[in-house]
């Protein structure tokens, strides 16, 4: 189920930035952080289940801060 998940958010923002190199819109690459940041929130799910803490935590943090810059540059 995780790599399913890791698989569809990948696609997304993979699409979301083909879309932009081809369209040159900008608004479109908070939403691509995002899903960036939601799949690193799931691989680090998954580095937990097999129990490999330190590499999670890692992930954990990326994830946290993509989520956190694409927040935050969609309200400026």
Do not use: C, H
Not at 24 to 40: E, I, N, T
Not at 59 to 66: A, C, E, H, K, P
């Amino acid at each position: 189920m995780l790599k399913i998940l890791r698989i569809v958010f990948g696609l997304i923002a993979s699409i979301l930035a083909i879309y932009f190199l081809i369209t040159d819109k900008a608004v479109v690459m908070p939403f691509m952080v995002f899903f960036l940041g939601v799949m690193f929130l799931v691989m680090g799910l998954s580095e937990l289940q097999e129990k490999r803490k330190a590499f999670a935590y890692i992930i954990f943090l990326v994830s946290g801060f993509n989520i956190f810059i694409s927040i935050y540059t969609s309200f400026s």
